[in-house]
């Protein structure tokens, strides 16, 4: 079964990459990619009190979500989003679980609403005031691929647009010593059922056998697989090359996969 | 959307492991909230444990998943024969073509709890038998569920806090309507641990006594565990001949976002009332066609305000509900899976539970709270499932025979 939908705008955030796009010619290859550690900017649509609690996935979550929103000349307000990343709020997990190893368990009432996996969805969702559907998944290191398979579905059964949120933020250690993400990382895809003038490519998706593709660029590739958001580079790179293509992204041990990109 | 049919389901909490047990209890009104003893906590508060969690053994092959998460999800999927029904489901649709969607808020993190206590004096590095990936990490019980199962399809967890397992249902029905996958199973899993435990006591919102929903002295909630599962697959063609009576249908699904407060409700219950409007929409029902309504009802005030406030409004004085969150603690990322199942018995068995615990209404909440059990015929009910970050989900359910 074949799942189309419309690229309609691409936020991007991680290290070395600052927007979409900037981000293109490193992805062509026509600029070099040189890591530098992400600049997360101020959640600046957010209140006062939120912006204080908010940690790197809110700030993360709210520039990949508003540059491809912004990109597609949508309002948030109306969209329905899926958010999916492999963890938490890393920083704030590190200080819960060492306040309940010590003698005084007394966390704070923001660290304990900012536990929850959907942290990043609801500060979205008081930023933007979108009162719309917000799906939250985490399926460990095959999180971006069904983030992007819960997001499609919708846009294909729902027939609506959406936003899909895929990102990862790091672990302090000890945490960071098993489970090594080393750097916030985030794309940010506008999907839409038809085909608009605003339409960037159109892309088709398929399950598949076939192993994930690899990225040419050694440090782009190094990227790819340790950020589990950052498996979905291998779409980007397509479009950044500005040709028709094929992509097998990767997913779970069982499945993957299998993208037709059509550009526009 | 098309109906689906939850062609076998189970739920072990507090009150009973099974159908069976947890049928008696709703039937005898008895709660599965005690003192709470778990681990080291020492807060003066009630929670629903589920006996022997920690005596389920997690098969050799998949030892790395052990902790208390995924025992209890193991312990749920013995139950009712559920498992023997997935391997059915795998030699009919293929396990390729059954997807797994499960919901958890807290997953496996009391592991991690448990490992910050062991950390190297020297290193401050975590012990060496600490697996995060197949324990703390949310996706877990789901990625535990498809290897126990051997499944190949699609797999995810749906981690919105407390609707969670709710959400998973819209997750499942989205990707059969694309013809990804023809069965799945749904469902969540919710352990007790610290986080929550003192979490919720933060935020003064852990009553010391059993939690007391939509009762005038309530005073916050009381934590409890479960593991609820549901296998979904399409309604068979020719129905009245297919199906039996008292099959149980999922009919509709509302979902929203307060836009409002990580942990408070929108005060009017707009999102609420935006997620419940949407389920009897996508169902094509009248609210007055409801015959009952499993409330979120987790006895903090804010909550059973608003929510009474938005139900009250929509249905009016007319429709029984209750929160059977009295019986088995709010089971958090389990809650929708949970009140599903308890929704699919009262369906089933035409049993209205009460409300327990509550002794005096709220007398501001204009509604038809039941604290007694009713027996009656029960065609289609609806339940409710919010979650900080403002969530909401509403799904509403029927019986094959009357839908």
Same mark, same amino acid.
């Given at each position: 079964m074949t799942l189309t939908a419309y690229i309609e705008g691409i936020g991007l955030l991680g290290p070395g990459l600052t927007d979409w796009p900037s981000s293109q010619s490193i992805l062509s290859g026509q600029q070099p990619y040189q890591p530098s550690k992400t600049i997360l900017p101020s959640p600046v649509l957010l209140p006062a009190a939120e912006r204080r609690r908010s940690g790197a996935i809110v700030k993360l979550t709210l520039a990949t979500g508003l540059e491809a929103i912004a990109a597609a000349r949508l309002d948030a307000i109306s969209l329905p989003s899926v958010f999916s990343a492999s963890g938490g709020d890393g920083e704030n997990c590190h200080a819960i679980c060492e306040m309940l190893a010590s003698d005084d368990r007394q966390i704070s009432p923001t660290?304990?609403?900012?536990?929850?996996?959907?942290?990043?969805?609801?500060?979205?969702?008081?930023?933007?005031?979108?009162?719309?559907?917000?799906?939250?998944?985490?399926?460990?290191?095959?999180?971006?691929?069904?983030?992007?398979?819960?997001?499609?579905?919708?846009?294909v059964v729902d027939n609506t647009r959406i936003v899909l949120l895929a990102c990862d933020t790091p672990y302090p250690e000890p945490l960071y010593k098993v489970r090594s993400i080393p750097d916030a990382f985030g794309i940010a895809l506008v999907l839409a059922p038809e085909r608009s003038a605003k339409a960037l490519a159109k892309i088709t998706a398929n399950l598949t056998d076939a192993s994930a593709d690899r990225l040419a660029d050694t440090a782009l590739e190094s990227l790819r697989l340790s950020i589990p958001a950052a498996r979905g580079l291998p779409l980007l790179h397509t479009i950044a090359m500005q040709q028709d293509g094929h992509v097998v992204l990767d997913y779970l041990d069982s499945t993957r996969l299998a993208m037709a990109i059509t550009l526009y | 959307?098309?109906?689906?049919?939850?062609?076998?389901?189970?739920?072990?909490?507090?009150?009973?492991?099974?159908?069976?047990?947890?049928?008696?209890?709703?039937?005898?009104?008895?709660?599965?909230?005690?003192?709470?003893?778990? *681990?080291?906590?020492?807060?003066?508060?009630?929670?629903?444990?589920?006996?022997?969690?920690?005596?389920?053994?997690?098969?050799?092959?998949?030892?790395?998943?052990?902790?208390?998460?995924?025992?209890?999800?193991?312990?749920?999927?013995?139950?009712?024969?559920?498992?023997?029904?997935?391997?059915?489901?795998? %030699? %009919?649709?293929?396990?390729? /073509?059954?997807?797994?969607?499960?919901?958890?808020?807290?997953?496996?993190?009391?592991?991690?709890?448990?490992?910050?206590? /062991?950390?190297?004096?020297?290193?401050?590095?975590?012990?060496?038998?600490?697996?995060?990936?197949?324990?703390?990490?949310?996706?877990?019980?789901?990625?535990?569920?498809?290897?126990?199962?051997?499944?190949?399809?699609?797999?995810?967890?749906?981690?919105?806090?407390?609707?969670?397992?709710? %959400?998973?249902?819209?997750? !499942?029905? /989205?990707?059969?309507?694309?013809?990804?996958?023809?069965?799945?199973?749904?469902?969540?899993?919710?352990?007790?641990?610290?986080?929550?435990?003192?979490?919720?006591?933060?935020?003064?919102?852990?009553?010391?006594?059993?939690?007391?929903?939509?009762?005038?002295?309530?005073?916050?909630?009381?934590?409890?565990?479960?593991?609820?599962?549901?296998?979904?697959?399409?309604?068979?063609?020719?129905? /009245?001949?297919?199906?039996?009576?008292? !099959?149980?249908?999922?009919?509709?699904?509302?979902?929203?976002?307060?836009?409002?407060?990580?942990?408070?409700?929108?005060?009017?219950?707009l999102g609420s009332r935006m997620a419940m409007q949407d389920a009897l929409k996508m169902s094509g029902l009248r609210p007055s066609e409801i015959d009952y309504i499993n409330l979120h009802g987790t006895a903090t005030q804010n909550n059973d305000a608003v929510e009474g406030k938005v139900v009250s409004a929509l249905f009016g004085q007319a429709t029984p509900c209750s929160s059977t969150k009295g019986a088995t603690g709010h089971t958090l990322g389990a809650a929708g899976g949970l009140e599903a199942v308890i929704c699919a018995l009262a369906l089933q068995h035409g049993l209205l539970p009460a409300g327990l615990n509550t002794q005096n209404l709220d007398p !501001?909440?204009?509604?038809?709270?039941?604290? *007694?059990?009713?027996?009656?015929?029960?065609?289609?009910?609806?339940?409710?499932?919010?979650?900080?970050?403002?969530?909401?989900?509403?799904?509403?359910?029927?019986?094959?025979?009357s839908a």
């Open positions: 660290r304990f609403h900012n536990s929850v996996h959907n942290t990043a969805s609801g500060y979205w969702s008081i930023a933007t005031g979108a009162m719309t559907a917000s799906s939250v998944l985490c399926a460990f290191d095959a999180s971006f691929g069904a983030g992007l398979l819960e997001a499609l579905t919708q846009v | 959307m098309n109906p689906l049919w939850l062609s076998h389901f189970t739920a072990t909490s507090s009150i009973g492991r099974g159908l069976d047990q947890t049928l008696a209890a709703l039937c005898q009104r008895r709660t599965g909230l005690a003192p709470c003893t778990f *681990d080291t906590v020492d807060l003066a508060t009630v929670v629903g444990e589920v006996a022997g969690v920690d005596e389920v053994r997690i098969p050799a092959h998949l030892a790395e998943f052990d902790c208390r998460n995924n025992r209890l999800a193991l312990l749920g999927l013995m139950q009712d024969g559920f498992a023997e029904a997935v391997h059915a489901a795998i %030699k %009919k649709f293929g396990a390729q /073509r059954i997807g797994v969607f499960l919901g958890t808020s807290t997953s496996g993190i009391l592991q991690t709890e448990l490992a910050y206590r /062991r950390r190297n004096h020297a290193t401050g590095a975590l012990p060496v038998d600490f697996i995060y990936g197949a324990t703390h990490n949310t996706f877990s019980v789901a990625d535990f569920t498809r290897h126990y199962f051997g499944l190949t399809g699609p797999a995810v967890v749906v981690s919105s806090a407390c609707s969670s397992s709710a %959400k998973v249902f819209s997750s !499942a029905q /989205r990707m059969m309507a694309a013809g990804l996958i023809d069965a799945a199973i749904v469902g969540g899993v919710d352990s007790l641990c610290l986080t929550t435990l003192y979490g919720f006591n933060s935020l003064g919102l852990l009553s010391e006594q059993a939690c007391r929903p939509y009762d005038a002295q309530r005073n916050g909630l009381s934590i409890g565990e479960a593991a609820a599962f549901a296998l979904l697959e399409s309604v068979p063609e020719h129905p /009245r001949e297919n199906l039996s009576n008292d !099959a149980v249908l999922l009919l509709g699904i509302g979902e929203s976002s307060d836009a409002y407060h990580m942990s408070s409700p929108h005060p009017d219950g !501001a909440l204009d509604l038809d709270y039941l604290l *007694d059990n009713r027996e009656q015929p029960v065609a289609r009910v609806l339940s409710n499932s919010f979650g900080f970050g403002g969530t909401n989900c509403s799904l509403i359910f029927g019986r094959a025979g």
